[in-house]
């Protein structure tokens, strides 16, 4: 274990000696709440994201992996380490081997463009319009748990927003340590926030807890220093025209 | 004076009765005896609910901890074939099965040899044999005996602080040194030189350069410093270049003036230029004893397993789960539980790495005490169990989040204590628990806090007044 990161066993842990108990008699409860609070946290504050490379299946779609929660760039690897983006196409058809009913009248590819190629299309054709990609396109099938793809023939690249615990367990399950407060004041919150016995201001007070420790988090996640500051002041200045 | 069932039960009785118990009294002291152990269980209650959840009142503190003094530790065997335990005595009512404050299995027992044999599994244990202890080595030579700075003439006042700088060097390196010293309360003597000698003594910076070189310092009958080197074991050390306010002696800066004398003697030296130590590989650590040089004349073999014990044994319990031990010269590790063993070939992936290594004056060796690897118990780990909800051998609820937790859960259902999912061959489990008073034997140790003895007593004689105050029926009422 790095410093980095504090697991969630240590996290609930810690709350624990916090509030004065010396047994762990509320530990599966926790570990529930702290779950929870692990996704929370996950979606937009410590925002734990990871890339995975994934192969076609015949149907021409991929798999998603079981702790995705949603996609933040879909595209295919090239040849200078980068990840080329594939294009967002919401009318591919998600039902396999469905057969075509349109009628054929080669709207696609009329006469007119035939004779405006430049070097045998290379470099597309005139009047089409732009926003295409030669990368391929895809659709995400939520009900499936796919992304469906189209003009796309080897693996592609997924970064996607982890919920940073399905398929895990015990201490790997884990969080940065600029959200280990959080977690634990959200742990707290939710543990007190349903039961009757205690009073509102308390409930109120773990409440705006949770709220100023994730904000806190939330600002030692953006950290920004001189050089990333300078690196993107500098890019802004060209001579030639901004792209 | 610890006190007893019996005795709370007595006075308890001798109150109700104004005095001597006769033999006719309407209560029996085993239904004293009897009230007394709910009055305490009740008490123990109400003081965890009340530390723990009565939030608002006065007197809580909000903090669910259960006091060690009422828990109960019992070694219970597990059925074959099952997964529980069943506790010999009901274990107090409290919110989150908090009377049942720890559950833990040792160690399992898998271990059927291929005959299907079960094997015995023993604690691995090895022997260190110190033969050899640190010798006190007279052999030597002259050197610098000590040096001592002396004051002739001094100025009738003194400054507030004086900057005082001189060379040291240890027969390798020279050393140059500086500290300011105050004089501030050192103006006792109508000798400023004295004066000034007390100051430097006392200063920060001297006793500094006291600690880190090693060196000794007293002021003689003649009121001079000296230094020397502890136990005379450096050889060709020198004090030189003493200046005060960086000018040397009888300079009218400073108004002093001093010698510096170089007195010779002898030095002894061990032969050996090491150090001479016991070093013990364990696992991925080391634990040393060490005996620089200069620190010591000689040192015992059971001097030295004494010494080793005292400053690793802590750590290595806490680091390896092992027990350190010496009797004698002979050093003994042991292994608190099965662990898998210890094994002296760091290539061999079996066992616990274990070796030692003794630079300088010492001799030991290593020897197995019983096997130096046990396969069978290499996975073997103290188990806590941790508490999850009562919901049968299938908890719906909490199955997933105790799936991923990664723990192993016990829960509670009566007096039985179920692990949950449990198919492992375990033998026993060690339970504390807060059991009901009754369990706890008439004639033992009682153990109830001074200050609720008196609150059971005055709880009780409240109940027995009710009593005696409810009118007895007398009449027979079966006379047909």
């Given amino acids: ?31 529930n709440i702290g779950l929870r609070g692990l996704k929370e946290l996950n979606f937009d504050t410590v925002r734990q ?10 149907k021409n779609t991929v798999t998603l992996p079981s702790d995705y929660v949603s996609y933040i760039k879909i595209g295919v690897a090239d040849n200078n380490g980068n990840v080329s983006y594939m294009g967002l196409r919401e009318n591919i058809n998600f039902v396999p081997g469905t057969q075509s009913t349109t009628v054929q009248d080669n709207t696609e590819n009329p006469p007119i463009f035939s004779y405006n ?4 299309s290379l470099w597309g054709r005139y009047g089409q319009g732009g926003g295409n990609n030669a990368n391929g396109y895809y659709r995400e099938n939520l009900d499936n748990r796919t992304i469906e793809l189209s003009n ?18 015990g201490i790997d399950i884990k969080v940065h340590a600029f959200a280990e407060e959080a977690l634990r004041s959200f742990i707290y919150w939710k543990s007190v926030q349903r039961k009757r016995a205690i009073n509102m201001n308390e409930k109120m007070a773990a409440k705006n807890e949770y709220y100023n420790q994730k904000r806190l988090s939330r600002a030692r996640m953006q950290s920004f220093n001189k050089n990333e500051a300078l690196q993107t002041s500098r890019k802004a200045f060209k001579q030639s025209p901004k792209i | 004076m610890a006190t007893t069932r019996k005795k709370i039960a007595e006075q308890v009785l001798r109150i109700v009765n104004g005095g001597n118990i006769s033999d006719d009294s309407h209560v029996d002291i085993r239904e004293v005896m009897a009230l007394v152990d709910q009055e305490r269980d009740a008490i123990i209650k109400r003081e965890i609910m009340t530390n723990a959840y009565s939030k608002g009142t006065a007197m809580s503190i909000a903090e669910a901890e259960i006091r060690g003094d009422w828990l109960t530790q019992e070694k219970l065997y597990m059925p074959e074939n099952s997964n529980y335990v ?52 007279t052999s030597g030579g002259t050197a610098l005996g000590f040096v001592g700075v002396a004051t002739t003439a001094y100025p009738s006042v003194l400054d507030n602080a004086y900057l005082i700088s001189f060379s040291w060097n240890d027969s390798v390196k020279t050393y140059k ?38 060196i000794m310092s007293w002021i003689d009958d003649a009121g001079d410093l000296r230094v020397d080197t502890k136990n005379h074991t450096t050889d060709q050390w020198s004090f030189s270049d003493f200046k005060i306010n960086g000018q040397v002696s009888a300079d009218s800066g400073h108004g002093f003036t001093y010698t510096v004398t170089e007195t010779p003697g002898s030095f002894i030296k061990d032969s050996s230029t090491e150090d001479s130590s016991l070093v013990v590989h364990l696992g991925n650590k080391t634990y040393s004893v060490d005996y620089a040089w200069g620190d010591y004349n000689s040192v015992s073999t059971e001097e030295i397993a004494q010494n080793f014990v005292t400053k690793n044994a802590n750590k290595m319990a806490m680091e390896h789960d092992v027990s350190v031990t010496s009797s004698g010269n002979v050093i003994t590790i042991e292994e608190v539980i099965p662990m898998g063993g210890f ?25 197995q005490v019983s096997s130096w690897h046990t396969p069978i118990s290499r996975f073997n780990e103290r188990t806590i169990y941790t508490r999850m909800p009562s919901n049968g051998p299938h908890n719906p609820l909490y199955h997933k989040t105790a799936l991923m937790s990664g723990r192993k859960f016990f829960y509670l259902e009566g007096n039985k204590i179920y692990l949950y999912k449990n198919y492992e061959d375990i033998d026993y489990l060690d339970v504390h628990y807060i059991a009901t008073s009754s369990s706890i034997p008439n004639e033992d140790t009682y153990p109830v806090p001074a200050d609720y003895e008196k609150e059971i007593i005055t709880n009780l004689i409240q109940l027995f007044s009710l009593m005696k105050q409810a009118k007895e029926d007398l009449v027979n009422d079966n006379i047909g």
């Fill in chain 2, 86 to 137: 069943v506790l010999n005595n009901m274990p107090i009512n409290l919110p989150n099965d908090m009377g049942i404050y720890r559950v833990e299995s040792v160690f399992n027992k898998y271990g059927i040899n291929p005959s299907g044999v079960r094997q015995t599994i023993n604690k691995d244990k090895v022997a260190i044999t110190i033969t050899t202890g640190v010798a006190h080595d």
């Fill in chain 1, 152 to 169: 796309s023939n080897g693996p592609i690249i997924l970064e996607y927003v982890s919920d940073g615990s399905t398929g895990l367990t």
């Fill in chain 1, 1 to 31: 274990m790095t410093a980095q990161f504090v697991t969630l066993d240590e996290v609930i842990q810690g709350l624990i000696v916090d509030e004065g108990k010396s047994s762990e008699h509320e530990y599966l409860r926790y570990f």
């Fill in chain 1, 117 to 120: 190629n430049y070097d045998n």
């Fill in chain 2, 177 to 214: 040194l500086s500290f300011n010293v105050s004089t501030e309360g050192y103006i006792n003597s109508s000798d400023n030189g004295l004066n000034l000698i007390n100051a430097i003594y006392n200063s920060a910076g001297w006793q500094n350069f006291l600690n880190t070189y090693n």
């Fill in chain 1, 49 to 58: 994201i990871k890339s995975v490379e994934l192969q076609l299946d015949s």
């Fill in chain 2, 343 to 367: 094994n002296p070939d760091q290539f061999q992936s079996v066992g616990k790495y274990i070796r030692i290594a003794t630079p300088g004056d010492i001799v030991a060796s290593i020897s």
